[in-house]
């Protein structure tokens, strides 16, 4: 099973959690929200393989940690993973928009001039302008879209640019989530929990929940739980070749 987005760090007991996803042969993405929460939260990879741990600055926080810049330029010789990063056009961020603009046009193009990273990006309530973003630096590297939220045409868009896409469970509880997977090119899809930010009802969702967002995935696809999981290891396995 893969988790290509969650916040391993934001546990109360991280450690004890990465140990739990190895137990369950879990692949993992944990993503951070600030450069700086990367060198601690880096540590959570020791040990085997299959977790990696991303470099971000989280749109939502942008501008109270775009003094970090420098950090994260710092920092990003050291993966080939960046998140979580994007733009998020909540009403109550609104006025923040151009701090998050400065803060992932420098990210993007960071990434362009070291070559390449794989990328997941934050989109909510602001898939056009990230997708225009992401046009403006084909070099900043193969971009997943975490939980993306936007409309068909918009869907329409990035599948046509070739970006990828993270589902997690929380996104297939609704109607929309299941009709945005259902036009999703089979080999562009990842899983994903976003936990412990998403939840099921009041508990938050642990990284190895990523079993039902196959589940579910499967039932969109209208094929086997196996051939689905067979699909998205594949998928795995294509996006992350060139890096491990």
Known sequence: ??????????????FAIAEKCRA???????????????PRSRELSYGGDRIRV?????????????NELGLFDRFLPQTKYVGEVGLDGSPELAKHQQHQKRVFDHILKACGRAGGK?????????????LD???AHPSAGPCILHWFSGSMSELKR???????????????????????VAEMPRHRVLTETDSPFAQRGATPLMPWDVCEAEGEIAKIW???????????????RELVAPVR
């Open 1 to 14: 099973m893969i988790d290509f987005h969650c916040h391993l760090d934001l546990f109360p007991e991280p």
């Open 158 to 180: 990035a599948v046509d640019m070739d970006l990828w896409f993270s589902v997690g469970p929380a996104m297939l509880v609704s109607k929309k989530g299941r009709q945005l």
């Open 118 to 130: 794989i990328i997941s990006v934050h989109s909510r309530r602001a898939a056009t302008p990230v």
């Open 54 to 66: 991303a470099l971000g600055l989280h749109p939502q926080i942008a501008h109270e940690r775009e």
């Open 222 to 236: 209208q094929v086997s739980p196996e051939e689905a999981s067979s699909i998205l290891l594949s998928n795995f």
């Open 133 to 135: 973003a992401i046009a």
């Open 24 to 38: 369950h042969n879990l692949y993992v993405l944990s993503v951070t929200t600030t450069p700086s929460a990367w």
